[in-house]
């Protein structure tokens, strides 16, 4: 079974600053999928960035990056800029890639969650 | 238009109770999942429905009963409900099963339905 793992319950930053939430798993599938989840205070679950474990080169969308290690089973995200719109909790998961593993279905194996607050 | 649309966003009923939770997606995929977030905000799969056929079935209380009419479709029933049912329960869909989780990795989440149990 995997497991998620995010050890910060809660962050703040200053606006305009860059924050790192961190990340780890653990796995014996060597092809998966990882994935931040934002959810704002009106609870939608919103798809931050992904990466595909068969990529070496690290993910970007605009001011979010991830720095991804294999080897150590890290994923950590960079949030560049912080605007007061971050704020939200992010989720780390996981996902199988059945193509590797089987029958079943793309599950998501979710962290616990950091709280980010991104103050004025 | 609402991809993946739940109702109702709110719940509030009274322990022993019976409920629903209804879950329609209009985005053509073949799975469809229902999850729950507890108070302390940890979500965890529940159930999963790959083309009306259940695919994962948590260690649920046989008290929630998933009910998929189609493949646009997948409802949750709780019977008997208790105070420890008090959550928010997210039904998403993907494109999942055979063809892979999609361009996107295929993922898109209702809005959440709030459970309160008093």
């Known amino acids: 079974a995997q497991t998620v793992t995010q050890s910060q319950p809660e962050m703040s930053v200053q606006e305009a600053e860059t924050v790192t939430l961190s990340c780890t798993y653990d796995?014996?599938?060597?092809?998966?999928?990882l994935f931040w989840y934002k959810q704002p205070p009106s609870r939608q679950m919103i798809l931050v960035i992904r990466?595909?474990?068969?990529?070496?080169q690290n993910a970007t969308e605009n001011r979010f990056s991830v720095n991804f290690q294999k080897a150590a089973k890290s994923f950590s995200l960079k949030i560049s800029d912080s605007q007061l719109g971050d704020t939200a909790m992010y989720f780390c998961?996981?996902?199988?890639?059945?193509?590797?593993?089987?029958?079943?279905?793309?599950?998501?194996?979710f962290g616990k969650g950091t709280k980010l607050s991104v103050i004025p | 238009d609402t991809a993946v649309s739940q109702t109702p966003k709110y719940l509030v009923t009274q322990m022993g109770n019976d409920k629903s939770i209804k879950c329609e997606q209009n985005?053509?995929?073949?799975?469809m999942y229902w999850y729950k977030q507890d108070s302390k905000k940890f979500l965890k799969i529940m159930f999963s429905?790959?083309?009306?056929?259940?695919?994962i079935n948590e260690t649920v209380p046989n008290r929630f009963s998933p009910k998929s009419p189609d493949k646009a479709h997948l409802n949750l029933h709780i019977n008997s409900l208790e105070l420890g049912d008090s959550a928010v329960y997210f039904c998403a869909s993907s494109q999942g099963g055979d063809r892979g989780p999609g361009d996107n990795y295929g993922y898109t989440f209702g809005s959440g339905t709030r459970l309160t149990v008093v």
């Open positions: 796995t014996s599938e060597s092809n998966y999928y």
């Open positions: 990466q595909e474990a068969y990529k070496q």
């Open positions: 998961a996981f996902m199988k890639d059945l193509a590797y593993s089987g029958a079943g279905s793309y599950q998501l194996t």
């Open positions: 985005l053509g995929h073949d799975t």
């Open positions: 429905y790959n083309n009306k056929e259940l695919i």
